[in-house]
T-cell receptor, first 107, second 112 residues
Framework: KNEVEQSPQNLTAQEGEFITINCSYS?????LHWLQQHPGGGIVSLFM???GKKKHGRLIATINIQEKHSSLHITASHPRDSAVYIC?????????FGTGTSLTVIP | ETGVTQSPTHLIKTRGQQVTLRCSSQ?????VSWYQQALGQGPQFIFQ???????GRGNFPPRFSGLQFPNYSSELNVNALELDDSALYLC???????????FGPGTRLTVT
């Protein structure tokens, strides 16, 4: 069993739709990261959070420590949001990653 | 302020050979982590260095080793390459574990 599970694995949305990607983890954590990976491999860190909620532009990340669950929301999705979104957690001296959610936003 | 850079971009090696991958951290960052990402998979944590000391390691055999230098640049060395070592190798730097990581573009290693 993976320490980090993401859902859905794949997601197709129409431009403008509200998108939610979920992440559940089974270990104690000091921080959770949401990452964005475009084709070709480059990874960008979107959020690092340990409690509550953070917002950057159209992206919102929430975490519920008691339920060991985090969500990444994208409001008013756009084709340029098409990428793989990866949830990762730091637990002690370890990092664990989800397998990613592949998002395609259709114009 | 320069970002995280990695070299080389691509590399082809033969099974049994040794390889060294390099990472230059973002200015001021004293923590670097290395990750392996096989095709179609999420990244896997190899190890992390903080101020030249290894302070965390994932489930990788000892033939994966690393170094962090006083200028906080870093190397990943892999001995006795196996076909399954073919992957994208990513490094990421940060001020510490309490700050966001900045990823390099990766090195694509192919082992034949």
């Amino acid at each position: 069993k993976n320490e980090v599970e993401q859902s859905p694995q794949n997601l197709t949305a129409q431009e403008g739709e509200f998108i939610t990607i979920n992440c559940s983890y089974s270990v104690g954590i000091s921080a959770l990261h949401w990452l964005q990976q475009h084709p070709g491999g480059g990874i960008v860190s979107l959020f690092m959070l340990s409690s509550g909620k953070k917002k950057h532009g159209r992206l919102i990340a929430t975490i519920n420590i008691q339920e060991k669950h985090s969500s990444l929301h994208i409001t008013a999705s756009h084709p340029r949001d098409s990428a793989v979104y990866i949830c990762a957690v730091r637990s002690g001296n370890q990092f664990y990653f989800g397998t990613g959610t592949s998002l395609t936003v259709i114009p | 302020e320069t970002g995280v850079t990695q070299s080389p971009t691509h590399l082809i090696k033969t099974r049994g050979q040794q390889v060294t991958l390099r990472c230059s951290s973002q200015s001021g960052h004293n923590t670097v982590s290395w990750y392996q990402q096989a095709l179609g998979q999420g990244p896997q944590f190899i190890f992390q260095y903080y101020r030249e000391e290894e302070n965390g390691r994932g489930n990788f055999p000892p033939r994966f080793s690393g170094l962090q230098f006083p200028n906080y640049s870093s190397e990943l060395n892999v001995n006795a390459l196996e076909l399954d070592d073919s992957a994208l190798y990513l490094c990421a730097s940060s001020y510490s574990n309490f700050y966001e990581q900045y990823f390099g573009p990766g090195t694509r290693l192919t082992v034949t």
